[in-house]
């Protein structure tokens, strides 16, 4: 029996690749997502009897080819079959399939529908919205919660993004030079949430969610590749690169959260910081600082740092300044006032913060911070307070363990 925990996570981390590949082979984005379901629904069953198949991704996209051609040709009674450049290669065996997923083509499928979706035509708030649904398969319930609008309102943003696409007015077609720098910001930007849809993941399905945080870092070199002289593309590369080379750390042996202060740096990747470090340092002679350079450089003082008491706050709060000046965001004051704790106390960090409650009334990791800023000034009750909520709001088991770890610690005092 394969745990189906496993199974979830790994037909997740599959879903860029094979939703990728279906729309090249059937171009209508609807036909690509429902074969992809099917695929997911024959998996559910196939591989909790028989094990997981070597390739689970080729696995998913033969199956899904095979479900949407069997579709196809149902409705070819009543109506005639889609010209050959609508629907291509309907009668290849595996073996050519198999021929198709090692090639090229199969390779670049996900930044082909990454520029599709970051579409100019498509409003800005329907672009990312739509490559989290189609690419990184979250539910509408998660992306309407990261953009804090309302369920129903982020599916009527999906839906015309959608339609649009069915319709023709957004072309497959891979777009050229000119396209393609003009939406790059936007790609770059679902890149990395990509990325933290992998990294994000709790310990129990990390194993399973590594190939998303490795499809993001193949991306941003293919993206690299393209414009070798954007810094900020540089930036983006070193900032997954420098969070990456953590993975091993960040969880222990019984599955829960480790602070990036009390992580064991023997486990870090010396090897993946250092070509972080060789990026950012590139990317900053460039002198053109943007928000992925910023977070890179934060990521590098830490990787720099040879122990946790090393760590240079200072510079941190100041880069942390710098980018809230750049991108305001409530997320990134909280994030800030981790360093201005430790640079000028936890009633400074606590001033900073308290602001921000309003906006930020759903989000765990700002009750878990309050908490704890509350109890290291003594303010037991209201920690208390914040770190229930905090577990309310919890994403994951490990979130939630890892703040009852301060409640008992409430609790023995």
């Not at 077609?173 to 939406?183: K, Y």
Request: aromatic letters at 6%; a neutral charge; proline letters at 5%.
């Amino acid at each position: 029996m394969t745990d189906a925990n496993w199974i979830d996570a790994a037909l997740t981390a599959a879903r860029p690749q094979a939703v990728g590949a279906l729309l090249r082979y059937f171009r209508n984005l609807d036909v690509a997502e429902e074969a992809f379901q099917e695929a997911c629904v024959k998996a559910l069953k196939n591989w909790t009897k028989n094990g997981p198949p070597r390739d689970p991704t080729a696995w998913l996209i033969f199956v899904g080819r095979n479900s949407a051609i069997d579709v196809v040709r149902r409705q070819a009674k009543q109506q005639p079959l889609p010209p050959e450049e609508v629907l291509s290669d309907l009668e290849d065996n595996e073996t050519a399939i198999a021929e198709k997923i090692d090639g090229a083509d199969y390779r670049d499928d996900i930044l082909r529908l990454l520029f599709i979706c970051c579409h100019p035509d498509l409003p800005a708030t329907q672009q990312i919205p739509l490559a989290l649904r189609i690419v990184s398969g979250l539910s509408v319930k998660q992306i309407a919660k990261a953009f804090l609008v309302g369920e129903s309102a982020m599916e009527q943003r999906i839906t015309r993004a959608k339609g649009r696409i069915a319709a023709g007015e957004i072309p497959f077609e891979t777009p050229d030079p000119i396209e393609r720098a003009e939406r790059l910001a936007a790609v770059a930007a679902m890149v990395y949430l990509i990325f933290n849809e992998g990294y994000s993941a709790a310990a129990n399905e990390q194993q399973a969610r590594i190939p998303l945080c490795e499809e993001a870092i193949r991306l941003i070199r293919l993206l690299l590749r393209m414009y070798p002289t954007e810094p900020e593309i540089m930036g983006l590369a070193a900032l997954l690169l420098l969070q990456n080379a953590r993975s091993a750390a960040r969880f222990d042996a019984k599955g829960e959260v480790v602070l990036l202060e009390d992580q064991d740096r023997k486990l870090w990747n010396r090897e993946m910081i250092n070509e972080g470090l060789a990026l950012i340092d590139k990317a900053m002679r460039h002198r053109q600082p943007g928000p992925y350079q910023i977070q890179s450089a934060i990521a590098a003082l830490h990787a720099r740092a040879q122990t946790a008491d090393a760590t240079d706050w200072i510079e941190i709060d100041l880069l942390y300044g710098a980018l809230e000046r750049m991108m305001p965001s409530p997320v990134i004051t909280l994030n800030r006032a981790v360093a201005v704790a430790k640079v000028r106390g936890p009633a400074a960090a606590l001033t900073l913060i308290e602001p921000l409650e309003e906006r930020l009334s759903g989000y765990f990791h700002y009750f878990g911070v309050k908490g704890g800023l509350l109890m290291k000034i003594g303010r037991n009750g209201e920690a208390r307070e914040a770190f229930n909520r905090a577990i309310a709001l919890a994403n994951t088991a490990a979130e939630a363990a890892h703040i009852r770890m301060h409640l008992d610690s409430l609790s023995k005092k």
